[in-house]
């Protein structure tokens, strides 16, 4: 198993950055692919990026791609999302998962879940 805590989240006007980081516990963070999804109110909760288990290997949402950019740091047991150029349709809680086989689009495919962090985006 693995257990994942967001931090990162915040206020921030559009145009503006900001960069979200998910810890990891466990030996064997890297055996996972990682994944950042985000929900805003009153929508269902959609695809943002994923990374391979080796990191090597990345695929984004058409509406996040050359703005938003998915790393992650084995050393360290994190991945992070690089969020820039934000927009206010940004805004959501964002959440980062971890599924034992390779890299999907699909939240009901990922098996394990942080609690999320806020970001809002001002206009």
């Known amino acids: 198993q693995v257990q994942l805590v967001e931090s990162g989240g915040g206020l921030v006007q559009a145009g503006g950055s900001l960069r979200l980081s998910c810890a990891a516990s466990?030996?064997?963070?890297?055996?996972?692919?990682m994944g950042w999804f985000r929900q805003a109110p009153g929508k269902e909760r959609e695809f943002v990026a994923t990374i391979s288990r080796s990191g090597s290997i990345t695929y984004y949402a058409d509406s996040v791609k050359g703005r938003l950019t998915i790393s992650r740091d084995i050393a360290k047991n994190a991945v992070y999302l690089q969020m820039n150029s934000l927009k206010p349709e940004d805004t959501a809680v964002y959440y980062c998962?971890?599924?034992?086989?390779?890299?999907?689009?699909?939240?009901?495919?990922?098996?394990?879940w942080g609690q999320g962090t806020q970001v809002t985006v001002s206009s």
């Open positions: 998962a971890a599924r034992e086989d390779g890299t999907s689009r699909y939240p009901d495919e990922y098996d394990f």
């Open positions: 466990g030996r064997t963070f890297k055996t996972y692919t």
